[in-house]
T-cell receptor
């Protein structure tokens, strides 16, 4: 079946450090890929997405590129802030491509940014 | 513009009981999905409703059932509760026509004792 594997946390960084959270996937067909973020006390929010190979999703300084050859969708940010502290989930959807179908999530990576 | 709302926010039940959770989708959305998120885990897809019918289903037993109403709101029912059903239950909505990404509600936290 479909699955998503992401790096275990917690990941602790200093403010302004470079961030990478690894995500790899296994899927039948051609999935759409997503990063969701869950801030403390809040619900899941879509951070960015990519619907086909070599697409780059970006939002709020975060980026991720859909790499079909390595089945990866790593999340990066050049300079993190304390406000980026949250749990990040990588997810995929195999369907019509827009992400309205059922999502398969990874276990989440807890990111802690220290001032 | 109201987002996805869920009720109740918290619930405590005992083993063997039945529970109903409710979800109102984001304004204009017609598709509702339900997820179970155990502590420290990612959400797991339970099922999706569109046009008042279950369209997709994840790997959950028949104890989990749902309903979608003409106003697109939805209910999740769980029968014969087990301790392992304790989790955060998330509702997400989307618009079928635009095939957009899902918007999530804050969840209902269920504790089974």
């Amino acid at each position: 079946g479909d699955s998503v594997t992401q790096m275990e946390g917690p990941v602790t960084l200093s403010e302004e450090a470079f961030l990478t959270i690894n995500c790899t996937y296994t899927a039948t067909g051609y999935p759409s890929l997503f990063w969701y973020v869950q801030y403390p006390g809040e619900g899941l929010q879509l951070l960015l997405k990519a619907t086909k190979a070599d697409d780059k999703g970006s939002n709020k300084g975060f980026e991720a590129t859909y790499r079909k050859e390595t089945t990866s969708f790593h999340l990066e940010k050049g300079s993190v802030q304390v406000s980026d502290s949250a749990v990040y989930f990588c997810a995929l959807s195999v369907g019509s491509g827009g992400g309205a179908d059922g999502l398969t999530f990874g276990k989440g990576t807890h990111l802690i940014i220290q001032p | 513009d109201a987002g996805v709302t869920q009720s109740p926010t918290h619930l405590i039940k005992t083993r063997g009981q039945q529970v109903t959770l409710r979800c109102s989708p984001k304004s204009g959305h017609d598709t509702v999905s339900w997820y179970q998120q155990a502590l420290g885990q990612g959400p797991q897809f339970i099922f999706q409703y569109y046009e008042e019918e279950e369209r997709q289903r994840g790997n959950f037993p028949d104890r989990f059932s749902g309903h979608q109403f003409p106003n697109y709101s939805s209910e999740l029912n769980v029968n014969a509760l087990l301790l392992g059903d304790s989790a955060l239950y998330l509702c997400a909505s989307s618009l079928e026509r635009l095939q957009e990404t899902q918007y999530f509600g804050p969840g209902t936290r269920l504790l089974v004792l």
